[in-house]
């Protein structure tokens, strides 16, 4: 099978762009020809360090003279500088479109027998555009929401050109029925894969000590939708001592809220230590360093790096989010491993009510305050979380459900 992957923006800075990398290297186990079109700044640093050799790239270069601004992002926020769809002009959005045309032009000499797109945006409908004869399938992130009514201008477009796409894949249930009822689309063309991890990377240490601090673990975008100013609120108020808790914050931001992060964390009377962007080999390996995972998101489609949390045997707060629910399940919410905090009230997806936050906040410490004393009372890490995480979850079971969508559709003589 010829795989073409598309995306719009960088390839493994946000959870999209790993659930790519990660399409991508189990496709190549498999012996699969790849290329894949994305989109990154001009002055970026070499890509090929996470592409397999074979895979063929074709970038669209952004901040150069033929598109002279940031990749515009999924998110508001991203770890990166970036444009926000919702601020482009119509000439940003020419010259957006020219260059991914070009470059996907470029693709087709590499004959795809399929293509994967990631987000139902303005990049599916254009791919669904210029490959009217091959099997496309776009993955769902869940930022799509956000950007039909942050950026409405372009919904028509969207929901027009991602109608005509072969089928969707949804992370959960719940993701399913907003595309159907947000898009348009017919539930029998929308697959719930759920996501996954990487075994090699994200696993329990032997043993895992305190040695005297607990240690705290975020990893994600730097940014107030992400909950971080609200983390280092509530970890400010544990009743502990200075050397006793440590909060590590992984990953990267920019903007105004990135700067007010860096002062919340300086007036934070606990050390808090900023990594920046990690690779995912060095963040399983700060996992297993770590003791807690908190993820104070306000909203998610599915955290793929709480899963990893979970594989790599940590204690997890998170957030009553509903694709946690789902996907996690009771077990081990049941068993303490996973720690809930009701969500503040939202006046949008993930905008938070500013009345609500205080009480938010409060119920965030009690729950790193649970999870502290379950740390404290079970020396190693909690081995139910890695068994299940095992057994229910892999990039292989996601790929396999892609190439069996393929077939399908092959078989349908759809192509």
Request: glycine share 8%; net charge neutral; proline share 5%.
């Amino acid at each position: 099978m010829r795989i073409l992957h598309v995306i719009a923006q960088k390839p493994g800075q946000t959870g999209s762009g790993i659930f790519l990398l990660n399409l991508i290297r189990v496709a190549a186990q498999r012996g699969h020809a790849q290329c894949l079109v994305a989109g990154i700044a001009g002055g970026d640093r070499d890509y090929s360090q996470y592409l397999p050799e074979s895979l063929l790239f074709i970038p669209v270069l952004f901040e150069t003279g033929e598109l002279p601004f940031p990749v515009p992002g999924m998110s508001d926020e991203m770890p990166y500088p970036s444009t926000r769809y919702r601020q482009m002009t119509d000439e940003m959005l020419n010259l957006w479109k020219k260059a991914f045309t070009r470059a996907l032009k470029k693709a087709a000499a590499f004959y795809p027998d399929v293509i994967i797109v990631h987000h139902l945006w303005i990049l599916a409908a254009l791919v669904r555009e210029l490959f009217p004869l091959c099997p496309v399938i776009a993955i769902c992130h869940g930022t799509e929401f956000r950007q039909l009514v942050g950026a409405d201008q372009f919904s028509t477009e969207v929901i027009a050109g991602c109608r005509q796409i072969n089928r969707i894949l949804a992370l959960t249930t719940l993701q399913k029925k907003d595309i159907e009822t947000l898009y348009g689309i017919d539930r029998e063309k929308i697959i719930v894969t759920g996501s996954g991890f990487n075994r090699d990377i994200f696993y329990p240490p032997e043993n895992r000590t305190l040695d005297g601090k607990i240690k705290a673990l975020y990893a994600g975008k730097l940014c107030a939708a992400k909950g971080v100013p609200s983390l280092i609120r509530a970890v400010s108020q544990l009743p502990l001592a200075k050397s006793e808790f440590q909060l590590i914050l992984a990953g990267s931001g920019s903007g105004y809220e990135y700067d007010e992060i860096r002062s919340l964390a300086g007036a934070c009377r606990f050390e808090t230590l900023f990594t920046g962007q990690l690779t995912q080999a060095r963040l399983g390996q700060l996992m297993r360093e770590c003791q807690l995972f908190i993820i104070p998101s306000f909203y998610e489609g599915l955290s793929l790096v709480t899963l990893e949390a979970l594989a790599s045997g940590l204690w997890v707060v998170s957030n009553e989010l509903p694709g946690m629910h789902e996907w996690v399940g009771s077990r081990l919410a049941e068993r303490g491993i996973v720690e809930y905090v009701p969500l503040p009230r939202l006046r949008s997806t993930d905008i938070p009510l500013m009345e609500d936050l205080p009480s938010y906040e409060e119920n965030l410490t009690n729950g790193i305050v649970k999870q502290l004393e379950r740390v404290k009372l079970h020396t190693g890490e909690p081995a139910d979380g890695w068994g299940e995480m095992v057994r229910k979850y892999s990039w292989e079971a996601v790929f396999r459900k892609i190439e069996n969508i393929y077939h399908e559709l092959r078989s349908d003589k759809i192509f």
